[in-house]
């Protein structure tokens, strides 16, 4: 297949103000595309978009309204959606029955169900024109589970699982889809993790923009960062359990839960507590009626 073209593109990223996404955002740009920044911190948003010459507006993805309100900005600043970037997400750390409700409920709700609301609002107009790409920024937690985060790594499986099979069911029609599949990332979401991720390869956040740029240029499905650990992860599909349990134990895969820096991820997670709010609200809210 003939290398894409992206100048002229328009393209929006989720969660496009900091981190990862902010990175695609630049990336982006330098190919020539036109790029939608979408974010849940609006004034940062703005901050981020005015020296890339980029558009911004305020999106929360767990909500449908918010996030067609976002696409709806884009279209009329830069005009029908080429490409959809669903970056945003977060990564709470711990033991499984000490998680609140309400922070895996804003894990789901962000990680998983915001992907759903942006594949869902972009792909008719893609598939009514026979083009478009959706790209879905997972981890290769989606391939293979983490003690220590069991809810995030089950929506990434969740999210790699999503874009397969909409890859299938839309097979022909002219509309790519992409799962990159990222290690540890050198950004927030990974701090404290230096001792608990030991041995893991680590990648920054401008080695995972690069590869969302190779795959909008070279479509292809899956993208693992660093490339290297594509057939791992295949191979993992494949292995007995027994020896898949033999290599976790070897590499000490639950390190999470007794070497996590909390001091160091304190402000992430003050972030984290107040984005699980208005989950913690809503389900008030249910219990109540």
């Known amino acids: 297949m003939a290398k894409q073209d992206l100048r002229g593109k328009v393209v929006a990223v989720t969660g496009g103000a900091r981190g990862i996404g902010l990175q695609i955002a630049k990336a982006l740009v330098e190919q ?37 309100a976002f696409l709806d900005s884009a279209r009329q600043e830069l005009g029908p959606i080429d490409v959809l970037v669903n970056n945003a997400g977060i990564m709470p750390m711990g033991a499984f029955l000490d998680e609140p409700a309400e922070l895996s409920t804003a894990q789901i709700d962000i990680n998983f169900r915001g992907v759903i609301h942006g594949m869902q609002l972009a792909l008719p107009e893609m598939l009514a024109r026979g083009s478009g790409h959706i790209v879905n920024i997972a981890s290769l937690a989606g391939r293979f589970g983490i003690p220590g985060a069991v809810v995030y790594t089950g929506t990434k499986f969740a999210v790699v699982g999503l874009t397969e099979a909409a ?11 992409t799962a990159v599949m990222p290690s540890k ?38 993208v693992a960062v660093p490339a290297f650990l594509k057939p791992a992860a295949a191979v993992m599909q494949l292995a007995p359990e027994w020896l898949i349990r033999l290599g976790r134990r070897a590499i000490g895969d639950n390190r999470i839960l007794s070497k996590l820096d909390r001091g160091e991820r304190r402000d992430y997670e003050r972030r984290l507590d107040a984005l699980a709010q208005p989950a913690a609200k809503a389900v008030r809210k249910k219990v109540r009626a």
Do not use: N
């Open 32 to 68: 020539g595309a036109q790029v939608a920044i979408g974010d849940i911190d609006e004034k940062l948003a703005q901050a981020a978009a005015r020296p890339l010459g980029a558009h911004a507006a305020k999106l929360d993805v767990r909500d449908r309204e918010s996030f067609a």
């Open 167 to 177: 890859d299938a069911e839309y097979r022909g029609r002219g509309v790519h889809f």
């Open 185 to 222: 990332v050198r950004t927030e979401l990974a701090a404290g993790t230096e001792a608990a991720g030991k041995g893991i390869p680590a990648v920054g956040p401008e080695d995972v923009a690069a590869a969302v740029v190779q795959a909008l240029r070279r479509p292809q499905l899956f």
